[in-house]
């Protein structure tokens, strides 16, 4: 038993900083414990948003609140910020203070999620308050405040966040325009069916009872205005099936397996940067439209050029991504190239289109042709058989060889490479301290790389083809 008397002013940020007396004169027994209840703790909030689940991103540590800096902002960043708010998914990652600015310190910078953890905190990131921002870059989220709960992510029973908890709808409050923004707000397709309660578990949420009206073009159920209420029981509860829908696709190729990257968000299809776009990236992208594996990762649009925004640029995928906006990026609508460098990809599910084109060529065409007189001539028929085989090969595969960067990433260097080597070496020690440390320093180490290849990217990009302003400088940084 602690029989020392602790006597704390209360401002103390630890125990230890109490001062204590003498070893109390009073005999204590295990009947003696002191136990404690505490509030829970939020450590992330969104201000100055439209709900709970949207706004500026700040961050409470040190007993302050402090904003987040939009450099390499993404989707996997603000992922983990609406999880630990229970605020469902991400709808968007927002930057440039789009909130408006804050104040206070900016906590952090260069964020590094992948998307899975349970806190921001626990992100690895540049140093607190070490950072190259001002309160101009704040960065934020939209969270979706709804969900559908059933058999996957486009359909099942419709619940709205309120007032801290998840509320099932009420069917008698529910038309189709109403579910048109959900099915928006979610990123799936066009309503197909409003379903009743038979279609999915009742489940044992609280029931919202408002009358939802929304004119249909809203980007959030949480913008429809809401009124009166309505008696319901669980077995009036409202479900709904979205169509699913494609968040990427392949533009201008000859197959939907090969072609210009280009990728729906915020209701718009935009292109992606070719800085840093390799053979990673391109599978997961062949992944996701169930297109096999990568042949080819292009740049320097050789589907041609798209239009509208460049989403994203500076891709750090590691190629187990289920969907190409989990990766990692310099954040969106963030670009560093023009529509000349639309990024591009050819997988191997576009050979299946090069035996269709074969299957359904009509080769007696080229005999026609180079019949004369009821007489073919092989040397015409042979050239314009071989033409159109080669074309149809051109279309679906490429010559061009893929410059492979150490580990697949453009901005590994010298530095990092040593940090690696002495985080795994610490690790081999058991040293759980110097462990620690050398992970912090590869942390690091690896964000200051990615913002030096960046700003590499951005400095020589007039004068610079981007697909190799960075491969001098891995060579050179390459250990022997």
């Known amino acids: 038993m602690w029989t020392q008397e602790i006597k704390c002013r209360g401002n103390e940020s630890q125990m230890h900083l109490c ?38 991103v700040e961050v409470f540590h040190r007993g302050q609140w402090g904003t987040v800096c939009d450099d390499s902002w993404d989707m996997a960043d603000a992922a983990v910020v609406c999880r ?120 044992d949420a609280q029931m919202w009872t408002k009358e939802i009206q929304c004119r249909g073009d809203e980007s959030q159920i949480q913008m429809c205005p809401a009124s009166q209420k309505h008696n319901c029981s ?63 990762a292009l740049g320097a649009a050789y589907f041609g050029q798209g239009s509208g925004p460049i989403w994203m640029s500076v891709l750090t995928c590691t190629g187990t991504e289920s969907t190409l906006k989990n990766c990692g ?7 560093l190239c ?22 359904h060529t009509d080769w007696s ?33 490429t010559p061009k060889k893929i410059k492979m960067f150490p580990n697949q990433k453009p901005w590994m260097n010298r530095e990092v490479r040593l940090l690696l080597r002495a985080r795994d070496a610490a690790f081999k020690s058991g040293d759980q301290e110097a462990y620690s440390s050398a992970r912090a320093n590869l942390r690091k180490g690896i964000c200051q790389a990615k913002l030096t290849h960046k700003q590499r990217i951005e400095e020589h990009f007039n004068s610079s083809d981007p697909r190799h302003m960075w491969q001098e400088p891995v060579k050179q940084n390459q250990l022997p």
Request: net charge negative.
């Open 365 to 397: 065409e080229f005999a026609a042709q180079a019949t004369t007189n009821s007489r073919i001539n092989i040397d015409n028929y042979t050239n314009s058989v071989l033409e159109h085989i080669n074309t149809c090969v051109s279309r679906v595969t």
């Open 19 to 56: 001062p204590t007396s003498l070893p109390h004169k009073y005999n204590c027994s295990h009947d003696n414990d002191v136990g404690l209840v505490c509030a829970d703790s939020v450590n992330v909030r969104l201000v100055n948003g439209s709900s709970r689940c949207a706004g500026r």
């Open 84 to 203: 630990e708010l229970d605020c469902g998914k991400p709808v968007d990652a927002l930057g440039n203070a789009h909130f408006g600015p804050g104040s206070g310190p900016i906590w952090t910078n260069c964020m590094l999620c992948t998307g899975s953890e349970t806190t921001l905190k626990n992100c690895g990131s540049a140093e607190f308050f070490n950072y190259n921002c001002n309160h101009d870059t704040d960065a934020g989220v939209i969270c979706s405040g709804v969900r559908l709960v059933g058999d996957s992510h486009c359909s099942g029973r419709l619940e709205i966040y309120h007032n801290q908890t998840w509320m099932s709808v009420c069917d008698a409050v529910f038309d189709p325009q109403d579910a048109e923004v959900v099915c928006r707000e979610l990123d799936c397709g066009a309503p197909v069916q409003v379903l009743g309660a038979a279609a999915f578990h009742k489940g």
């Open 234 to 296: 669980h077995d009036d509860h409202q479900a709904l099936l979205c169509a699913d829908v494609m968040n990427v696709r392949l533009v201008n190729g000859n197959s939907p397996c090969a072609g210009r990257v280009e990728v729906l968000h915020r209701g718009q299809w935009g292109t992606v940067c070719d800085a840093s776009w390799d053979v990673p990236d391109a599978a997961v992208l062949c992944r996701e439209l169930d297109c096999g594996e990568p042949v080819d």
């Open 338 to 359: 023009t529509h000349n460098s639309d990024a591009g990809v050819i997988c191997s599910g576009a050979d299946s289109t090069l035996q269709h084109q074969f299957q």
């Open 329 to 335: 990026s310099a954040g969106w609508n963030k670009p």
